[in-house]
């Protein structure tokens, strides 16, 4: 792979994963496991443990709705990219049989 082809790789990863672990709709984390540990009895450790739970789930759809976003945002970009590597990949395996 070429430098350019590296740079162009950099960038597209860049440009997917920009953005995707500051937003202020994650809950923190922290402050959940906290709750857990200060927790006393098992009700109160049941609820605790049930928020940490949802916080985490939050936290997941928050994260995957961002990617997706970045996805759909760059996705002629990514086709672009995967036909040239398809491309090579193909010109490779002619050259393998050829000789």
Known sequence: MCE???????SLFDSLTEG??????????????????QSYGGKEVAMASGKLAGKGLSNTLVF??????NILKNAR?????MRKEMERQKEKRAK????
Request: zero cysteines; hydrophobic letters at 40%.
């Open 77 to 81: 970009a990514i086709s672009t990219e």
């Open 64 to 69: 995957a709705g961002k990617l997706s976003f």
């Open 20 to 37: 995707l672990t500051e937003s202020k709709l994650y809950f923190d984390m922290g402050e959940a496991v906290d709750d857990v540990r």
């Open 4 to 10: 350019a082809d590296a740079d162009k790789e950099t």
């Open 96 to 99: 393998s049989a050829g000789e």
